[in-house]
């Protein structure tokens, strides 16, 4: 039984398992492929002898170094990839402490580290707001990690801190780790600086939604909504400045800390 008759630019490195460009397999040497096959052997030995010929012709053509073996092993996973790039509880980078490292030789930073506290909590927030800024204005720094300008304009927030202890308290917040704080002094860009007193009796957003204004441009607009709030604040005894008050019918359980907070009726 004699071998059938394959095309020799076709079968040798379609059997052999290697894979050759085809640009390369129509230069194969037909007559070292396909070589003379004894009719007297049998089948079985005429194809194992026309496999073993055709490898070692396609191993020993010249465009065998270029040769790509098919491999179906799965690589392993690579852990890094899939990894979660950020922590499940963000902190903020040290760019944002209280003082950072760059800053800790300068005389305002020593003083600024007074005056200015990073809120990290909720219930922090709420004692500065409905607490503290009754008796004193507060002035907040919201940033977020991942905004270039808020890590401009921190020096220079600590320097306005620095500058005006007796008059305020500064505080430093992250967007990522207080959203709530965020939503409650309705912000909406990050930095934004926001000047408090007694809750919502004065309130002032600092910020630059176009991306126009300078470090120095948003301190100066704070410091003015400062003087401001403090000029208030000293006319007619303070009652120019006081907070809203809302009266309508609730079905809001009495035991709402929002109720008290707020003064709603709860009869």
């Excluded at 005429?46 to 055709?54: H, K």
């Excluded at 506290?117 to 720094?141: H, Q």
């Excluded at 809302?246 to 009726?265: A, C, E, F, M, Q």
Aim: charged letters at 15%; aromatic letters at 8%; a positive charge.
């Amino acid at each position: 039984m004699a071998l059938n008759r394959v095309p020799s630019r076709v079968l040798p490195f379609a059997v052999s398992g290697v894979y050759v460009h085809p640009r390369n397999a129509c230069r194969l040497p037909a007559a070292a492929a396909v070589s003379s096959v004894p009719s007297s052997v049998s089948a079985f030995s005429s194809r194992t002898n026309f496999l073993s010929r055709s490898s070692s012709a396609v191993m020993s053509h010249p465009c065998a170094a270029t040769a790509r073996h098919f491999s179906f092993a799965i690589p392993p996973a690579n852990a890094a990839a899939l990894a979660d790039p950020l922590p499940a509880t963000p902190t903020p980078p040290p760019v944002f402490e209280a003082v950072s490292s760059a800053s800790s030789g300068i005389a305002s930073g020593t003083n600024a580290l007074k005056n200015v506290e990073e809120v990290s909590t909720m219930e922090r927030y709420e004692t500065a707001v409905y607490e503290e800024s009754f008796k004193k204005p507060i002035v907040c720094l919201f940033f977020a990690r991942f905004s270039l300008q808020s890590k401009v304009l921190l020096q220079p927030f600590l320097d306005f801190a620095a500058s005006a202890s007796n008059n305020a308290t500064f505080f430093l917040i992250d967007c990522d780790r207080v959203p709530r704080a965020a939503y409650h002094a309705r912000v909406e860009n990050v930095p934004s600086l926001v000047v408090m007193k007694g809750d919502d009796a004065f309130r002032q957003t600092i910020t630059d939604s176009v991306g126009v204004k300078t470090a120095g441009d948003l301190i100066q607009e704070a410091r003015s909504a400062l003087d401001q709030v403090l000029r208030l604040d000293q006319q007619e005894g303070g009652t120019k400045l006081q907070p809203g008050v809302s009266s309508y019918t609730h079905h809001i359980g009495v035991d709402n800390l929002n109720v008290y907070r707020k003064g709603w009726p709860v009869a």
